[in-house]
């Protein structure tokens, strides 16, 4: 069974950094694919980061990339994602998620286990 855990959210100012953490207490990441999503408000979940099973291969939606790090450790069964250069338009409830496609995928369909978000707030 995988139960996915997010912590590590908070409130910040605009230009600072914050590192989301989700555990699996099923020991499973290693043969999952793992990603963050996020929801804002009155807006659709969106993908966010997105990591392979052997940790090899990564994937980001084009507002975050190089600002965001998404890594993984198989070992420790955590996934983090290093969430650099925040914006207010960053804020929102971050969700880990956990599936098997077969490529890092971004649709939501594509996962089976979620966590139960934890909330990102960047002040301007």
């Known amino acids: 069974q995988v139960r996915l855990v997010e912590s590590g959210g908070g409130l910040v100012q605009a230009g600072d950094s914050l590192r989301l953490s989700c555990a699996d207490s099923?020991?499973?990441?290693?043969?999952?694919?793992m990603a963050w999503f996020r929801q804002a408000p009155g807006n659709e979940r969106e993908f966010v980061a997105g990591?392979?099973?052997?940790?090899?291969?990564?994937d980001y939606t084009d507002s975050v990339k190089g600002r965001f790090t998404i890594s993984k450790d198989n070992v420790k069964n955590m996934v983090y994602l290093q969430m650099n250069s925040l914006k207010p338009e960053d804020t929102a409830v971050y969700y880990c998620?956990?599936?098997?496609?077969?490529?890092?995928?971004?649709?939501?369909?594509?996962?089976?286990?979620w966590g139960q978000g934890t909330q990102v707030t960047v002040s301007s």
């Open positions: 099923g020991r499973t990441f290693s043969i999952l694919v």
């Open positions: 998620a956990a599936g098997a496609p077969l490529w890092v995928a971004k649709t939501r369909n594509e996962y089976v286990y």
């Open positions: 990591i392979s099973r052997s940790a090899d291969i990564t």
